[in-house]
C-alpha cells in the first residue's frame, strides 16, 4: 500500500483513522496480548461511518433510538475501544485503553456488553455478532411499526470478518436477513484474505459476493480504505430497501510490517516495528497520546448526535403516555403489573380443571394469557411450530408486510434463531421466546452461553425433552441436555410437572432482568399435579414438597417434569406398604440452590432415604442425593445412563427402568 | 401432478418406485410414525440412482470400495429401509420393516449406522449428512492417492432436503466441498418446497443454485420425477470434477392428498387416502407385499454389483502384502504393533527430561511420533493450526494437488469440521484428530453427540481448556464444557496433566474402535508430574494415585489436568504442616468409572477428607466427592462457579482462588 498516498488524499480522515490504528498498536502491545491487525484495516470504515453517518451520541449511549454498531469480528476489539475513547464515552477513558485486557478493566478482551454501555452485544465467538445483528434489525422493524418511525428509525452496523463468514451460522442470518429484507440492516465484510491459518484461500474460494445475491442481498464492493467510496457505499445501503454487505477491500494491519500476513492477525509488539508503522502514518506522538486537534474532532463526532437525540425525544414526548409507558416498559424489562394476576388466575383455573395435557401445551396455555398482555413479547420456533406450541392466536406472522407480527418462522435455523433471538433481547424493547426440540439445543448451544454470559432474558423453549420423544430415536432424544444447560452458569433450566408449574416458570422467565431461561418441555400428555390452588409461585423456590409423607417420613422421591408423574406413582406403591414417602418437585435446581439453607432443609432434610428421578442422566444430580444432609449410601437415581431408542414413549419408560415400581424397588432395596 | 402420464411413460421404472412409495406408506401407516412424504417424493431419483449408478453389492454391504450413500434427510429413513429390503439385503427383512420404529427392530426411527451395516451414517439431525459426506469423500481421495484408483474409486451420493440446506452446517459443507473440488461428491436436494411450517418461502427465499455454484459447485437442475433426466445429471455430475449438487424438483407425498403440503412431510396414515395414493400408482397388492416380479427386478440391482465387488477383489489381492495388511489394519481400527512402544519410549523420554510444556505442545509431541508410523491418521485445525499443535512435520496439507496431504486446513468451520470428521471415520481407513479451542466445542457439538452416539473413534482435540486462557476473557474460556462432555454418553474426556498422561491419553484415543475422545488440553506451560517412568498407561485407569501421603492419610486432593500441578503443591503445603496428604490425579473420569470397586476403595479410600480440584464447574465432581465412600460434610471443590473474565492467567486463577493455599486452607477447614 502506498500509505503516502492515501494520507495526503484524505489528510482530515487519515489522521482521524491513525488515531484508531495508533491506539490499538499501544493498547496491545501494553497488554502483549490481542488482535492489532483488524483495528488497523477497518480504521477508515469505521472511521467514515461514524464520522458521516452512525446516528448516536456518545454522552447517551443507550439512548433508544441510536444506531447499532456491532463488531462480529469481536476479536478486533480495540476498534471499538479506541472509537469509543475516541468520541468520549465517559466509561472508556483513557487508563482504561491502557488497561486493555487487563484485570477489572472494562475493557476486555473481547467486547462484553454487560461491562461498557456502548457495547451492544459481547462478540469473539465468530458469526454471532451478525447473527445477533439480525434480531436487532428484526427488533427494529418492529418497533417501527408499533411506534412509528418518528421513534424508531435507525440502522444496524455490522463489521464481520472472514471468519464470520465461514461459520455456518452466517449462512442462516444471510438467509433470513434476506427472508424479511431487513433494509436497515449493513455488513462490511472485512475483506482482508487473511485467517489464522494463513490467506483465506487455505480453506475457502467461496464468492462471498454471489453468496450474498443469493439470499436476496444488496451488494457492493469497494476499497476499504478510500473514505469516499465507504461513504459512499453507505448512503447507497441506507437507500437500499434490500440489507446490505459491503465487501470492504482491506489491508490487514496497514502500514505494519506485518501487513496482508496472518502474523498481523495477531498481537503486534516489536517496537521497532510499531514506531515504523507510526511513522508512515505520521503519527508522531507518544504511546497513548492523540494529538488535541484530532481528539477534538473525533469529540465533535461523538457530540454530533446530540440535536438529534434532543429532537428524538421531543418526537418521543409526542406520544401518548399509555405508548410513552409502554415503551419505557419494555425497554426496562418490566413485565405488565397485570401479569402476577394473569398468572394466578390460570394456575387456579389449571388446578381445578386438571387437564392432561403435554407441558408443551400448558406452555401454549400460559402463552395464550400471556401474550395478549405483553406486546413486547415475540414468539417463534425453528421450523416446528405446531409442536413446539409456541404461536398464539394473536400474535399475526412477522413477514415484509406485517412488521407488526409478533411471531418469526425462523425456518430450520437453530443457531441464527437462538443468536438473533439475543440481538433482540440486546436491542431492547421486545421479549423474545423460541422454541425447537430439546436435544436441538446442541445446534443453538454457542449462543445460548452467549445469553447467559451477556446477562440477557432469552427465553428457550426446548420441547421433547426426553425418550418421551418416542419413534423418533435417540438422535431426537436429549439424555444430556438438562445436565448441559445446568452446567451453564446463570441460567435458569426448568422442567416444570404440569401446567401449573409451567405457568410459574413463564413468570419467572417473563419477569427475570439477567438470566436466560430453557423451558424444557414434554412432547407426552402429564396429568395436572398441582390440583391445590397456592398463590405463591412455588417454582421459583426451585424445589418444593409437592406430597408429604403420611406417617414417619422413610423415603424422599424428587423428581422433575414427566418424572413427578412417576414419583406420586411410586410414593402410591411405597404408601401401601405403610413406606411414608415423601415427593419433591424440582422444576429449577438453580433457583433450589440460590435458596437458603433453612429452606433447603425443609425439603431435603436429614433422615429418609433419597431416591432421583429424571429420564436423562444423574450428572448434577449428586449434590441433592448425596449431598445436603444425605445419608451415606442411602441414595439412588432413576434415569438415563445411555443414548434412547427408537420405539413408543412408553415401551422405553419401561426398557429404562424409568417406572414407579422401579423407583419403589429402589427405595424399598436402601431401606434395607 | 398427472401420475398416470408418469406411469406410462416409464412403467418399468414407476414400479420399481412405486415399491418404495408403498412400502413407505405401509411401514409409516403400521407404527403410526414416522416420514412418509420425503420417500414418496424421492423415490424416482433413488430408483435411478441405485439402478444405474451406485456401485454396491447388497450381500457386502461393507464392501470398502462401495459408492457411499447418505441420506441427510434423516426423516426418510424409510426410503433407504425400503431400498435395503428392495434389493435383498439380509438384516433389512420384511418384518423389519414391519416393526419400523418399534422396539428392538433394526429399522430405527432416523437411519442408524450401529444398527445396520449398509447404512452409512445416522442421520436425523438436519445438515449433518451433508457434512459427513465431506468427510467421505476427502477420505475416499486420501484412499485412493494412497493406494490407487484400482482399489479406491468410488462416489458419495448424498440426498439433502431443504432443512438441511437452511442449517448453518450446510454451508460449512458446501465451502469445504468447493475449495477442495470434491468431485465424487454428488448432492441430490430434494426441492420440494415444503417444511414443517409451510412452504420454504416462510423462512426462506436463497436461490441455492446459486449458492452452490458461488463455491464452486457444478450445478444442474431437473424434473426429480424424470428417470431419463435423473439418469442424465448423474451421468453428468460423474464427470465433472466438481463437487455436484442436482437439484430435484419433487412432489413431496407424490400422488397422496397430501402431496405438496407440510402435512405430506408426517405420518400419512388415513386409509382411505393411501388407498387411493396406492390406486394412482397402480399398486394393487395389500399392504407389505410387493410383487414378485418387481422383487427380483430390484434383486437383480442389488446382485448387479457382485461382479465388481469381485474384479476389486482380485485387484485388491494385487496389492503389496505390506499395502493390503495396512489398508486392512486401517479399515479394522487396528493400531499398528508398534503403536504401544512407541508411546513408552515418549513416556520413558519424558519422564527424564520432565518438559515444562503446555499440554497442547505435550499433543504435539506425542503425535511427532505416532503420525509417522499411523498413517492412517489424518490431522487439522479450524484454523487454530498453531493454536492447537495439531499439525505435525510430515503429514502435508491436504489439498487439491495433493491428495495424499494428511492435514486439513478445515477453515473457521468447527461443526463442518467435527461432522466431516465423522465421515471420515465412517468411511474407514482413516483416523480423523482435529483442533479447536475448548470453549468453541459448543459450536461441533451437534458432531460431537453423534460420534458419541454412532460409536465412532472420532478425535477433538481441544486446547486452550480453562480460564489459563487469560486476555480473550469469558467468550473463549471454557467453564461448562468439561461437564458437557463428561454427560454425553459413550465419550472419553481426557484432561491430562503433563506429557505422559497426554500421550498416554493419545495411546487410548487411537486405540479405541467405538468411543470417541475429547482432548482437553491447556494453553499454558504445565511442569512434568509423571516424573518416574511406568510402563503401564496410568491413564487407562482413569484415576490413579500420583502423590502417596507421608505418614497418617488425612486428605485426599484429586484433580485434572494444569490443577494437579496445584494439587502437589497444596500437597506441599500440607504435608509441611504435618497433615499427610495424597494426590490423585483424575484424568478421565469416565475410566475411573469403569474400573472395579476395589480399584476405585484403592484411589479413593474412605476415612480422609477429600477436596477436587478443577478449573471449571462442579458438575460431576460430586460422585467422587460425596459418593465413593467419603466422609459426609467433609468434602470441597475449587473450581469455578461463573464465567471467568479478561486478564493474565495467573492473575485469573488467583482471582477465582484455585490456587495451592486456597486449596490447602479448605482442606485443613475440612479437617477442624
Same mark, same amino acid.
Given at each position: 500500500m502506498d500509505i503516502a498516498a492515501l494520507r495526503e488524499k484524505n489528510p482530515d480522515h487519515w489522521m482521524k483513522a491513525a488515531a484508531i490504528r495508533a491506539l490499538t498498536l499501544d493498547a496491545v502491545a501494553a497488554a502483549n496480548s490481542g488482535h492489532s491487525g483488524m483495528p488497523m484495516g477497518m480504521a477508515d470504515v469505521a472511521t467514515v461511518l461514524y464520522e458521516k453517518h452512525l446516528k &448516536? $451520541?456518545?454522552?447517551?449511549?443507550? *439512548?433508544?433510538?441510536?444506531?447499532?454498531?456491532?463488531?462480529?469480528?469481536?476479536?478486533?476489539?480495540? +476498534?471499538?475501544?479506541?472509537? +469509543?475513547?475516541?468520541?468520549?464515552?465517559?466509561q472508556v477513558t483513557l487508563d482504561q485503553v491502557k488497561n486493555f485486557r487487563?484485570?477489572?478493566?472494562?475493557?476486555?478482551?473481547?467486547?462484553?456488553?454487560?461491562?461498557? $454501555?456502548?457495547?451492544?452485544?459481547?462478540?469473539?465467538?465468530?458469526?454471532?455478532?451478525?447473527?445477533?445483528?439480525?434480531? &436487532?434489525?428484526?427488533?427494529? /422493524?418492529?418497533?417501527?411499526?408499533?411506534?412509528?418511525?418518528?421513534?424508531?428509525?435507525h440502522h444496524t452496523?455490522?463489521?464481520?470478518? $472472514?471468519?464470520?463468514?465461514?461459520?455456518?451460522?452466517?449462512?442462516?442470518a444471510i438467509g433470513l436477513a434476506g427472508r424479511h429484507q431487513l433494509g436497515k440492516l449493513v455488513v462490511f465484510w472485512d475483506n482482508n484474505n487473511i485467517t489464522i491459518d494463513g490467506t483465506v484461500d487455505l480453506s475457502d474460494r467461496t464468492n462471498q459476493v454471489q453468496r450474498f445475491k443469493a439470499s436476496g442481498?444488496?451488494?457492493? /464492493?469497494?476499497?476499504?480504505?478510500?473514505?469516499?467510496?465507504?461513504?459512499?457505499?453507505?448512503?447507497?445501503?441506507?437507500?437500499?430497501?434490500?440489507?446490505?454487505?459491503?465487501?470492504?477491500?482491506?489491508?490487514?494491519? +496497514?502500514?505494519?510490517?506485518?501487513?496482508?500476513?496472518?502474523?498481523?492477525?495477531?498481537?503486534?509488539? $516489536?517496537?521497532?516495528?510499531?514506531?515504523?508503522?507510526?511513522?508512515?502514518?505520521? *503519527?508522531?506522538?507518544?504511546? &497513548? /497520546?492523540?494529538?488535541?486537534?484530532?481528539?477534538?474532532?473525533?469529540?465533535?463526532?461523538?457530540?454530533?448526535?446530540?440535536?438529534?437525540?434532543?429532537?428524538?425525544?421531543?418526537?418521543?414526548?409526542?406520544?401518548?403516555?399509555?405508548?410513552?409507558?409502554?415503551?419505557?416498559?419494555?425497554?426496562?424489562?418490566?413485565?405488565?403489573?397485570?401479569?402476577?394476576?394473569?398468572?394466578?388466575?390460570?394456575?387456579?383455573?389449571?388446578?381445578?380443571?386438571?387437564?392432561?395435557?403435554?407441558?408443551?401445551?400448558?406452555? /401454549?396455555?400460559?402463552?395464550?394469557?400471556?401474550?395478549?398482555?405483553?406486546?413486547?413479547?415475540?414468539?417463534?420456533?425453528?421450523?416446528?411450530?405446531?409442536?413446539?406450541?409456541?404461536?398464539t392466536g394473536d400474535l399475526g406472522m412477522f413477514d415484509t408486510d406485517n412488521r407488526k407480527g409478533r411471531y418469526v418462522y425462523w425456518g430450520i435455523r437453530e443457531h441464527g434463531m437462538a443468536a438473533a433471538m439475543n440481538g433482540m433481547a440486546l436491542h431492547g424493547g421486545v421479549r423474545p421466546y423460541s422454541g425447537t426440540f430439546f436435544c436441538f439445543t446442541d445446534y443453538a448451544r454457542p449462543s445460548m452461553r452467549l445469553a447467559a454470559l451477556m446477562k440477557i432474558p432469552t427465553v428457550f423453549v426446548m420441547t421433547h425433552d426426553s425418550i418421551g420423544v418416542g419413534e423418533d430415536g435417540p438422535t431426537h432424544q436429549?439424555?444430556?441436555?438438562?445436565?448441559?444447560?445446568?452446567?451453564?452458569?446463570?441460567t435458569y433450566v426448568f422442567r416444570p410437572a404440569d401446567t401449573v408449574e409451567t405457568a410459574e416458570a413463564w413468570e419467572i422467565a417473563l419477569t427475570s432482568k439477567d438470566t436466560p431461561s430453557v423451558m424444557a418441555l414434554t412432547r407426552q400428555n402429564l396429568p395436572t399435579v398441582r390440583t391445590e390452588h397456592k398463590l405463591a409461585n412455588l417454582t421459583?423456590?426451585?424445589?418444593?414438597? +409437592?406430597?408429604?409423607?403420611?406417617?414417619?417420613?422413610?423415603v424422599i422421591l424428587m423428581a422433575t417434569g414427566s418424572e413427578v408423574e412417576t414419583a406420586l406413582a411410586a410414593r402410591d406403591l411405597l404408601q401401601a406398604q405403610g413406606i411414608g414417602t415423601r415427593v419433591v418437585s424440582m422444576p429449577c435446581m438453580e433457583l433450589f440452590a440460590e435458596q437458603d439453607e433453612a429452606y433447603r432443609r425443609k425439603v431435603l432434610p436429614a433422615g429418609a432415604v433419597r431416591v432421583g428421578i429424571e429420564a436423562a442422566v444423574r450428572q448434577g444430580w449428586d449434590q441433592w442425593l448425596?449431598?445436603?444432609?444425605?445419608?451415606?449410601?442411602?441414595?439412588?437415581?432413576?434415569g438415563m445412563d445411555r443414548f434412547g431408542a427408537?420405539?413408543?414413549?412408553?415401551?422405553?419408560?419401561?426398557? &429404562?427402568?424409568?417406572?414407579?415400581?422401579?423407583?419403589?424397588?429402589?427405595?424399598?432395596?436402601?431401606l434395607g
Open positions: &448516536f $451520541d456518545a454522552a447517551h449511549p443507550q *439512548w433508544p433510538d441510536r444506531d447499532r454498531f456491532i463488531l462480529s469480528a469481536g476479536h478486533g476489539s480495540m +476498534l471499538i475501544y479506541s472509537l +469509543l475513547h475516541l468520541v468520549g464515552d465517559a487487563q484485570m477489572g478493566a472494562l475493557t476486555a478482551g473481547h467486547p462484553e456488553n454487560f461491562l461498557l $454501555d456502548a457495547v451492544e452485544t459481547t462478540t469473539g465467538p465468530l458469526g454471532q455478532g451478525i447473527a445477533n445483528a439480525v434480531g &436487532f434489525a428484526m427488533a427494529e /422493524e418492529m418497533q417501527r411499526a408499533q411506534y412509528g418511525k418518528k421513534v424508531v428509525d452496523y455490522v463489521i464481520a470478518g $472472514d471468519g464470520c463468514l465461514m461459520e455456518g451460522i452466517s449462512q442462516e442481498w444488496h451488494v457492493q /464492493e469497494i476499497d476499504g480504505h478510500d473514505p469516499e467510496a465507504i461513504d459512499a457505499a453507505i448512503t447507497a445501503a441506507k437507500k437500499t430497501k434490500k440489507p446490505s454487505m459491503i465487501a470492504c477491500k482491506t489491508h490487514i494491519a +496497514l502500514g505494519h510490517a506485518a501487513q496482508d500476513t496472518s502474523k498481523g492477525h495477531g498481537a503486534l509488539t $516489536d517496537a521497532d516495528q510499531m514506531k515504523a508503522a507510526k511513522a508512515q502514518y505520521g *503519527w508522531t506522538t507518544g504511546p &497513548f /497520546e492523540v494529538p488535541a486537534d484530532i481528539k477534538a474532532q473525533w469529540e465533535a463526532i461523538g457530540a454530533r448526535g446530540a440535536t438529534d437525540r434532543t429532537a428524538w425525544e421531543e418526537r418521543f414526548a409526542g406520544l401518548s403516555q399509555q405508548k410513552q409507558d409502554r415503551f419505557n416498559r419494555a425497554y426496562a424489562l418490566d413485565a405488565p403489573k397485570r401479569l402476577s394476576a394473569t398468572i394466578k388466575a390460570l394456575k387456579k383455573q389449571v388446578s381445578e380443571d386438571q387437564p392432561k395435557v403435554a407441558t408443551r401445551k400448558s406452555s /401454549e396455555m400460559a402463552l395464550e394469557v400471556i401474550n395478549p398482555i405483553m406486546p413486547e413479547t415475540v414468539g417463534g420456533s425453528a421450523d416446528l411450530t405446531g409442536s413446539n406450541n409456541t404461536k436429549p439424555v444430556e441436555h438438562l445436565a448441559i444447560c445446568r452446567a451453564t452458569p446463570n421459583a423456590k426451585g424445589a418444593y414438597v +409437592l406430597a408429604e409423607a403420611e406417617g414417619k417420613r422413610q448425596l449431598g445436603e444432609r444425605a445419608k451415606p449410601g442411602k441414595s439412588d437415581f432413576v427408537s420405539a413408543p414413549a412408553g415401551e422405553l419408560f419401561a426398557k &429404562f427402568g424409568i417406572t414407579a415400581q422401579h423407583v419403589a424397588d429402589k427405595a424399598q432395596a436402601l
